[in-house]
């Protein structure tokens, strides 16, 4: 599957933003999806993911409660509500898929191209 994330930009502290990702593919339905972040000097990270019917999402400790991950499998997109974000949200977020529920990167086959969120304090 291919995918295109988009909608990141510059928020203030304690703002909202969505992230989007769009895929192409007739199997999109079938897919586990992610969203992962890389913040300047670490390594990328799971932020969270959401099962292929959209029953099943989980999260990172850090986003719990301020994230919601979501999918539209008829238009063929997932999302990434943001809200209350923080300076330490900042990041590159990169969306991806993968066929079993996992949280390592590595264990995503297809990647989006990354979006760049930056929350100025």
């Known amino acids: 599957v291919q995918l295109q994330a988009s909608g990141g930009g510059l928020v203030q502290t304690g703002g909202s933003l969505r992230l989007s990702c769009a895929a192409s593919?007739?199997?999109?339905?079938?897919?586990?999806m992610g969203w992962f972040r890389r913040a300047p000097g670490r390594e990328r990270e799971f932020v969270g993911l959401i099962s292929p019917a959209g029953v099943t999402t989980r999260y990172a400790d850090s986003v719990k409660g301020r994230f919601t991950v979501s999918r539209d499998n008829a238009k063929q997109m997932v999302y990434l509500q943001m809200n209350s974000l923080r300076p330490e949200d900042t990041a590159v977020y990169y969306c991806?898929?993968?066929?079993?529920?996992?949280?390592?990167?590595?264990?995503?086959?297809?990647w989006g191209q990354g979006t760049q969120v930056t929350v100025s304090s």
């Open positions: 991806a898929a993968t066929t079993y529920l996992r949280y390592s990167d590595y264990e995503y086959d297809d």
């Open positions: 593919g007739r199997t999109f339905s079938s897919y586990f």
